[in-house]
Nanobody
Framework: QVQLVESGGGLVQPGGSLRLSCAAS????????IGWFRQAPGKEREGVAC????????YFLHSVKGRFTISRNNAKNTVSLQMNSLKPEDTAVYYC??????WGQGTQVTVSS
């Protein structure tokens, strides 16, 4: 069965950190651009970060630059999103996608004191 599964979400205080993981099963990630998107209540889904298949190129949404990093481990078939200095406005459901073709079910990130 082909699927992507996100994990690592949770409740964190402002200024805290979380590390999200996206694991694939049923296919290998190494030939795909992997993206992280998020959707907050009442807002459209937005792209947060993406990483090329080789890992040599990355893109970040302006509002998360310098706070988030994205990495991949093709040997483990996973992609991670390290989120530091989290802000309340980062609260959303975070999704990973393999080139927009496969999507995970999402993981909730809540930043609140």
């Amino acid at each position: 069965q082909v699927q992507l599964v996100e994990s690592g979400g949770g409740l964190v205080q402002p200024g805290g950190s979380l590390r999200l993981s996206c694991a694939a099963s049923g296919f290998t990630l190494d030939s795909y651009v992997i993206g992280w998107f998020r959707q907050a209540p009442g807002k459209e889904r937005e792209g947060v970060a993406c990483i090329s298949s080789s890992g040599s190129s990355t893109y970040f949404l302006h509002s998360v630059k310098g706070r988030f990093t994205i990495s991949r481990n093709n040997a483990k078939n996973t992609v991670s999103l390290q989120m530091n200095s989290l802000k309340p406005e980062d609260t959303a459901v975070y999704y990973c996608t393999a080139a927009g073709g496969y999507w995970g079910q999402g993981t909730q990130v809540t930043v609140s004191s």
